[in-house]
């Protein structure tokens, strides 16, 4: 069935039956038990292309997406590969993914996934209109620019790191294999066209990178050369029995911290080929909006690999067009001119910079979903404009509660400790404001944690383990746990309680375990917050990455379960039904858990001081800023 065809049947039927769950950690594995017409479960926020086309080629028809699959701080390609692929997207189903199941069949209606007729799961269908939508606002908010900012600052830090991929350091044996010839660097599967390209060119030397080049080399029995894998990886290795080779088969290690193809076009270069046309690969000649698209870590590589490169990257099957085009001089000298290879690489970084001065309003068009972007644009327009109106209306409104404040404030939290944590991505001058709104309301704000990027790294967790487990209370009691419960269990601990006679009590082990925290820069103190307080109020940033909402997520349950209440608050966004909350990984400590939001606003700090004040009194619940209401989250 064609992609039209297939999007047109569930468009009028909006139902679909019996598919097969695929779950796991990891993308790759679940894909590879995927089959034709089954439903994958995924944690993926802003999906890149490269992965939706994955999804889609493993003949996917439903992903359920445990969060948002869009975050809207960036034009996302990926969930919107998928919808105009015809694949069913779920998201936001929460932990409700808990409930799905490998190997087990579902229903997939509307909203709703459906088990023997029973909804056990629910979340948001996405539809093309709505990522059209999501697309258009993202990129008025200046995603690009920001991801372009990024792309350069990764870009230089590379340089920095791994210099001599840049510097003509290259391998002896691959040197005198490759200096001066053509190389062609098969990645993948080979298609017709550049299978047709290659037999043109009987003297190229053949490159292999990883198992897929490999398998594609011993498919189309083609004379390998080289082999580019990495460090760790057996797999090619393995194939290199069955690799066709007139010599011995020069085999080049990549470093884990470079895409595999990426590294191989750059060890290429630094030997001397004089060209290197890649096949099984699609990042070769994809424009700039869907090379930001790709994961951060992978897109400074690519982007000083062109750059290094110029002309002499190519995609293999681009070279069939050249053909076409002009059958006069050779085809491949054609792109050995050094005036196309200036042209390409200014071309390249003009475009980088265009990115990052314009905001670059480029948008890769899928099928139907471009067509429908300069609507969209339109109607953005006019909601802006609305929206601007109401800010000055609403600044208005805070203007006049800033002088209510205190009268509105007044003996809400009398007798009451709290500490205040501010998470990496918030302003810290909201805390101030934050602690201005305490005192007022007859509250004691003891101290204020300044979370840094470090105490959320991946890499850091086990460090930070360690500091907790010689400095703090926690000790080695969690040695079972994940990476960094027992840093974040032992903050809790160090400056909240819930025992009334433990409050203000000065806690010498946890002012040390706060000063070692400081001293490696994971966070920052100001005040007292050893001291415990009995209550909490944790500001988390609007947005951030899955990895970042898990460990938010465990460390404000850790919170919740050592205070009287925990307020999160959010400096402008609403918190509930969001991934965070969706992802809470402490159920059992939700009834100690109230939220908030636009904290960065006077309406919102008055909301939030009335959440701690509710929940000293045993009343927990999302506090909304414009209409406050109440409602139980257990």
Not at 278 to 306: C, F, H, K, M, N
Not at 482 to 490: H, Q
Not at 536 to 556: K, M, N, Q, R, W
Request: aromatic letters at 2%; one cysteine or more.
């Amino acid at each position: 069935m064609s992609r039209g065809r297939r999007r047109a049947v569930e468009q009028s039927q909006d139902y679909s039956q019996g598919h097969t769950l695929r779950t796991g950690l990891q993308i790759s594995d679940i894909l590879e038990r995927t089959q034709l017409g089954d439903a994958v479960v995924i944690d993926i926020l802003d999906m890149d292309r490269a992965v939706a086309k994955r999804i889609v080629d493993a003949g996917a028809s439903v992903v359920l997406n445990v969060g948002p699959s869009y975050s809207g701080r960036f034009p996302a390609t990926g969930p919107m590969v998928l919808v105009d692929a015809g694949v069913i997207v779920i998201d936001n189903i929460g932990s409700a993914a808990s409930f799905l199941k490998e190997g087990e069949r579902i229903d997939v209606v509307g909203n709703d996934i459906l088990q023997h007729g029973e909804v056990i799961a629910q979340g948001r269908r996405c539809k093309a209109e709505n990522m059209i939508e999501e697309a258009a606002r993202a990129e008025l908010s200046g995603g690009v620019r920001i991801r372009a900012e990024s792309l350069i600052a990764d870009s230089v830090s590379l340089l920095r790191n791994s210099p001599a991929a840049f510097l003509g350091r290259a391998d002896p044996d691959l040197s005198a294999l490759v200096r001066g010839r053509a190389v062609v660097l098969v990645a993948g599967p080979l298609t017709k066209v550049g299978q047709s390209v290659l037999e043109q060119y009987p003297g190229a030397i053949i490159a292999v990178a990883g198992k897929g080049g490999a398998e594609a080399a011993v498919e189309r029995d083609l004379t390998v050369g080289a082999v580019f894998a990495r460090v760790d990886d057996a797999e090619p290795s393995a194939a290199l029995g069955a690799l066709k080779s007139d010599d011995d088969v020069v085999a080049i290690f990549i470093d884990q911290s470079w895409p595999l193809v990426d590294g191989s076009i750059t060890g290429l270069l630094a030997a001397g080929a004089k060209i290197v046309a890649v096949a099984g690969a699609d990042a070769i000649d994809e424009p700039l909006i869907e090379l930001l698209d790709r994961p951060r870590e992978q897109t400074a590589s690519s982007a000083l690999v062109r750059l290094d490169g110029g002309g002499r990257i190519v995609a293999l099957d681009s070279l069939e067009l050249l053909n076409q085009v002009q059958s006069s001089p050779p085809r491949w000298q054609l792109l050995l001119a050094g005036r196309q290879r200036t042209v390409i690489a200014v071309g390249l970084a003009l475009a980088l910079i265009v990115g990052v001065v314009l905001g670059s309003t480029i948008l890769a068009a899928t099928g139907s979903t471009g067509r429908q972007l300069s609507k969209a644009k339109a109607d953005l327009t006019q909601l802006t404009a609305a929206n601007e109106t109401f800010k000055q209306q609403q600044s208005g409104v805070d203007s006049f509660l800033t002088g209510v404040q205190p009268s509105l404030l007044v003996n809400q939290l009398t007798g009451r400790k709290v500490v205040i944590v501010i998470a990496p991505g918030v302003d810290p001058a909201l805390g101030e404001a934050i602690s201005g709104a305490i005192t007022q309301a007859t509250g004691s704000a003891i101290g204020v944690i300044q979370l840094t990027p470090k105490f959320l790294a991946q890499e850091q967790q086990a460090s930070l383990d360690d500091v907790a487990t010689r400095l703090s209370s926690v000790g080695a009691s969690l040695t079972s746990a994940g990476p960094g419960v027992r840093v974040r269990t032992a903050l809790s601990q160090a400056i909240a309680t819930s025992v009334k006679k433990s409050v203000g009590v000065p806690n010498v082990q946890g002012q040390g375990f706060l000063n070692a925290l400081a001293s490696v820069g994971a966070i920052s103190v100001t005040g007292t917050a050893s001291t415990r307080a009995d209550l909490v109020v944790f500001v988390v940033p609007d947005g951030g990455t899955a990895a970042e909402i898990a460990v938010l997520s465990d460390l404000g349950s850790r919170f919740a379960g050592n205070s009287v209440v925990t307020v999160l608050a959010t400096p402008n966004e609403p918190l509930a039904g969001s991934a965070l909350i969706k992802t809470w990984t402490a159920p059992s400590d939700q009834a100690r858990l109230s939220v908030t939001d636009k904290a960065s606003s006077t309406l919102g700090r008055i909301a939030l001081v009335q959440a701690l004040a509710a929940g000293a009194k045993g009343r927990y619940g999302t506090f909304g800023t414009i209409e406050p209401v109440l409602s139980s989250l257990t």
